[in-house]
């Protein structure tokens, strides 16, 4: 496994130094050698206008239903293009995707959100021109008025990093938290994750690192897949001449809240042993500041996480939302 994954980086690195790229149409046509995957749960609304967008420039769609109750997938049951698959039961984000990874066709795996816009051409323009140790691309995601979203990717969440989120505003982090931060990137950058809210990865690596780790219902398994696929010498590259809107737990308070429950839920996961415990402490200094300082939704999922950062703190990982 290490022995090929490192010849494939060897390999791509030969083409970088050569300053190659490859193109990614699909022989015979304009579209891109890739397949889009889209995980719904109760996400109709919006399906629809982004396949239309989506199947102009991509040879196919996979769409997985993580056991709907609003029959979400009803309105593309039988689209031509598109592979509709019905899970039984919600099995979370990175189980669901993995499962429509494995029914995609093309080159690049193009995972998409249903809650994006994306415009006609943004997938054209993300996927092409790529160096061909480039494993991972997104966009820069934005918010309704274009400012630009620190959920984008960031950097390897390490303690300190997580010490910084807990005692700065976010205009003061720069390159020094865990998610991207003022001044943002205008060209082509490397990071060291990226959000899978709009990310293509090359397929065959992937599969290589056999996809997206299951422990993780939702959250953190970006990170976690990004970190993998650089230790086998590929980049990971966020792409802001492409900027998407994202609406980010969009909707309800405890719509919000809940993602941050599982957020940390997924964090302690990934963090094991006594760094657990003092990340656990580190979460629980900022959002213990959030309760008392900030208001609304924040304030709310502030005191919300604080029963979870304590499990942390004893070592645990906290029950799911």
Not at 91 to 112: D, E, H, I, K, Y
Not at 155 to 171: C, N
């Given at each position: 496994?290490?022995?090929?994954?490192?010849?494939?980086?060897?390999?791509?690195?030969?083409?970088?130094?050569?300053?190659?790229?490859?193109?990614?149409?699909?022989?015979?046509?304009?579209?891109?050698?890739?397949?889009?995957?889209?995980?719904?749960?109760?996400?109709?609304?919006?399906?629809?206008?982004?396949?239309?967008?989506?199947?102009?420039e991509?040879?196919?769609?996979?769409?997985?239903?993580?056991?709907?109750?609003?029959?979400?997938a009803?309105?593309?049951?039988g689209?031509p293009?598109?592979?509709?698959?019905?899970?039984?039961?919600?099995?979370?984000?990175?189980?669901?995707?993995?499962?429509?990874?494995r029914?995609?066709?093309?080159?690049?795996?193009?995972?998409?959100?249903?809650?994006?816009?994306?415009?006609?051409g943004?997938?054209?323009?993300?996927?092409?021109?790529?160096?061909d140790?480039?494993?991972?691309?997104a966009?820069?995601?934005?918010?309704?008025?274009?400012?630009?979203?620190?959920?984008?990717?960031?950097?390897?969440?390490?303690?300190?990093?997580?010490?910084?989120?807990?005692i700065?505003?976010?205009?003061?982090?720069?390159?020094?938290?865990?998610?991207?931060?003022?001044?943002?990137?205008?060209d082509?950058?490397?990071?060291?994750?990226?959000?899978?809210?709009?990310?293509?990865?090359?397929?065959?690596?992937?599969?290589?690192?056999?996809?997206?780790?299951?422990?993780?219902?939702?959250y953190?398994?970006?990170?976690?897949?990004?970190?993998?696929?650089?230790?086998?010498?590929?980049?990971?590259?966020?792409?802001?001449?492409?900027?998407?809107?994202?609406?980010?737990a969009?909707?309800?308070?405890?719509?919000r809240?809940?993602?941050?429950?599982?957020?940390?839920?997924?964090?302690?996961?990934?963090?094991?042993?006594?760094?657990?415990?003092?990340?656990?402490?580190?979460?629980?200094?900022?959002?213990?500041?959030?309760?008392?300082?900030?208001?609304?939704?924040?304030?709310?999922?502030?005191?919300?996480?604080?029963?979870?950062?304590?499990?942390?703190?004893?070592?645990?990982?906290p029950?799911?939302?």
């Amino acid at each position: 496994m290490a022995t090929s994954e490192s010849g494939g980086a060897r390999e791509a690195g030969k083409a970088r130094d050569a300053g190659e790229t490859r193109e990614i149409g699909a022989a015979g046509g304009s579209a891109l050698d890739a397949t889009a995957v889209i995980l719904i749960h109760n996400d109709g609304s919006r399906l629809v206008p982004l396949l239309d967008v989506l199947l102009a420039e991509v040879r196919d769609a996979v769409v997985v239903d993580n056991a709907s109750s609003d029959g979400s997938a009803a309105v593309i049951d039988g689209r031509p293009g598109v592979t509709l698959i019905r899970n039984e039961r919600n099995a979370g984000f990175a189980a669901g995707v993995n499962v429509g990874a494995r029914a995609a066709t093309g080159a690049w795996l193009l995972l998409v959100n249903p809650d994006v816009y994306l415009k006609p051409g943004q997938a054209t323009a993300l996927l092409s021109g790529l160096a061909d140790d480039v494993a991972e691309v997104a966009p820069l995601q934005v918010d309704a008025e274009g400012a630009p979203r620190a959920e984008t990717g960031g950097y390897e969440p390490t303690l300190p990093r997580y010490l910084v989120w807990a005692i700065l505003p976010a205009r003061f982090h720069r390159g020094f938290g865990p998610w991207l931060a003022p001044p943002f990137p205008t060209d082509d950058t490397d990071v060291d994750w990226l959000s899978g809210a709009l990310l293509g990865i090359r397929r065959d690596v992937f599969e290589r690192l056999h996809g997206f780790d299951e422990r993780f219902f939702m959250y953190h398994e970006d990170i976690d897949l990004a970190r993998r696929a650089r230790r086998a010498g590929y980049r990971v590259v966020c792409r802001p001449s492409v900027r998407l809107r994202h609406d980010v737990a969009s909707g309800l308070s405890e719509r919000r809240i809940r993602s941050g429950r599982l957020s940390i839920e997924s964090l302690a996961i990934d963090v094991p042993g006594w760094r657990r415990r003092v990340l656990g402490a580190i979460l629980g200094l900022g959002y213990g500041l959030r309760a008392v300082l900030a208001s609304g939704t924040t304030r709310d999922l502030a005191r919300a996480v604080l029963p979870d950062c304590a499990a942390m703190i004893r070592g645990r990982v906290p029950a799911r939302a």
